[in-house]
DNA sequence: CCAATAGTGTCTCTTAGACAGTATACG
DNA sequence: CGTATACTGTCTAAGAGACACTATTGG
C-alpha cells in the first residue's frame, strides 16, 4: 500500500459494509439466514444480512455485531470467518459500497426478529434460498459461502459448529450429509471421524434417540486440521 | 446487506485499497515483490505494493492495474485471486483504510522500478522478507498469501503459474519444492503429476537442460482441479 | 421376540512413498 | 566410457468404500 500525498476530497467515499453468509442445521436440513428488505434498492427482496462498518469497529468486529444482532441472540456459538469481499462499481446504484462477506455457522438458533431495516428475517432452507432472486449479487456471495463450507467439511473441524457443545457421531455425520446434500455410509463415517487422532473428546456419557443403542458423547478436542481427512469426491 | 437512510455524511469514509502479494520464482527460491516506502508513515520500511481503488474501477481490476504498475510488465502472466481483506481500525494512523489483498503467482520477471510513491522496488527472497518488519500489517498479509499458496499447490494447477507456457515436469517440481520448502522425490513426482488427467498436454518436443536425457515439454492443461492431489503431508 | 441405531471387522481397490532399474543426453 | 537427468516398474503400507456382523436400546 503506497498512500503518497492522499487526499482524502480527491475520491469520493467508500462505504464498507459487512454481509454474512449465515448457516445452520434444522431438521436436518441446510438453512441460510434471509432478510426481507425494507427499503430501495431491492425493496421487497430477499437478502444477506448485513450492515454498515462502524468508524472505530474491525471488521471482524463488525461481523460478529451484526451476526449478534441478525440473529437475535448475543454471543452466538459456532463459527465465524471472513469469506470474501465484494466491489462491483455498480453493486449498489446509490453509491460505491465494498462489503466484506462473513460466513458463519451455528448449531440451531431461534426464529429471527426483522430488525430496523427489514421487513422480515427467516431461516431458509439453502436449496430454496439458491432459487430466489436475492438482492445485489448475493447470490454470489452465497454460493461462494456454500462452496467454502463444503469445501472446510474436509479438513476442518467445522461440523462441530453447526453442533452444541456435545454431540454424537449421528449428529456430525447429519451436518455432513445436510452440507454435502448426499448420504454417507453410517459405518464408514463413524469408523474415519473417530479415527482422527485428537478430534473427539470422549465425555464417557451417551445420549439416546428413544429408538436403537443409545449413542456416545463427544467433546471437540482441540485439532485444527483434520488427519487424515474426511473427502467427499 | 440493509442501508435503510444511508446518510453519506454521518459516516467519515474509508478510503479502499488493493495490496499484493505477487511470488515469482527466480533461481530456484521463491522471491515477493517488495517496495521501500518514501513518505511517512513507514518510511524507509519494505512493505507490498498497493494502491488506491478507483472511483469506477472493480477490485479484480484495481489488483491487476496495480500488478502491472508494480511489476512494469503489460497483462502480466500467471494467476491473480482475491486473498482477504484487512481492515482494523488503526492499521493506518491517518485514515480509516480498508485493504482487500490479492494473491498472484508470475513466472520469473524483469527487476521492477520503483513507482513515484516508492523509493525502491525489488524481488525479496521470501525466506527473508518474512525475516523483516513489514509496513502496517503486511507481515500477516504476506504469511496468509503463502499460506493460501502453499495449500492450493495440493488440489489445483497453480504451479503452472510460476512456470511459462511451457514447461517441464522438472520446472513444476522445482514450483513445489520452492513454495512448500522440502525436496519431493523427482520419481514419485514425476508418477503423480502425469498421472493426474487433464493437467498436462504433451506438446511433443522436449528440451534439453545441458545435461541428461531432455525432458518432455507440457501445457497446461484445462483442469481446475486436481484428481488426485499432490499432497503434501 | 423385532426394529432401529451404534459400533467393529474384513475385504478390495487405490494411492503414497521408497527405491531399483531403464532410457537418453553430454563430456 | 561415466555421470546426470528423465522416466518406468515394483513393493509395501495406509486409507476409502462396500458391507457382514455384533452390541444395546425401545416396543
Given at each position: 500500500m503506497t498512500l503518497p500525498g492522499y487526499d482524502a476530497a480527491s475520491y469520493p467515499p467508500f462505504a464498507v459494509t459487512v454481509d454474512l453468509v449465515v448457516l445452520t442445521l434444522r431438521g436436518d436440513v441446510l438453512h441460510v439466514l434471509l432478510v426481507e428488505r425494507g427499503a430501495d434498492p431491492w425493496r421487497g427482496a430477499w437478502a444477506l444480512p448485513g450492515g454498515f462498518v462502524r468508524p472505530d469497529e474491525g471488521l471482524d468486529a463488525a461481523a460478529e455485531r451484526e451476526l449478534s444482532e441478525e440473529t437475535?441472540?448475543?454471543?452466538?456459538p459456532g463459527h465465524l470467518e471472513q469469506l470474501a469481499s465484494y466491489g462491483d462499481p455498480d453493486r449498489d446504484p446509490r453509491m460505491r459500497v465494498v462489503s466484506v462477506a462473513y460466513l458463519a455457522l451455528a448449531p440451531d438458533l431461534p426464529e429471527p426478529h426483522a430488525g430496523s431495516d427489514a421487513a422480515r428475517a427467516a431461516w431458509v432452507p439453502v436449496a430454496h434460498a439458491q432459487r430466489r432472486p436475492l438482492a445485489f449479487d448475493h447470490a454470489r456471495v452465497l454460493s461462494d459461502g456454500l462452496e467454502r463450507a463444503r469445501a472446510k467439511l474436509e479438513y476442518s473441524?467445522?461440523?462441530?459448529?453447526?453442533?452444541?457443545p456435545e454431540f454424537t457421531v449421528a449428529d456430525l455425520r447429519r451436518v455432513y450429509e445436510a452440507v454435502w446434500g448426499r448420504a454417507l455410509d453410517p459405518r464408514n463415517f463413524h469408523r474415519k471421524v473417530t479415527g482422527v487422532p485428537g478430534l473427539l473428546v470422549d465425555t464417557g456419557r451417551t445420549r439416546s434417540e428413544g429408538r436403537g443403542r443409545p449413542a456416545t458423547l463427544y467433546r471437540l478436542g482441540?485439532?485444527?486440521?483434520?488427519?487424515?481427512p474426511i473427502t467427499r469426491d
Open positions: 437475535g441472540v448475543r454471543d452466538v473441524p467445522l461440523a462441530a459448529a453447526f453442533c452444541g482441540d485439532v485444527t486440521t483434520l488427519h487424515p
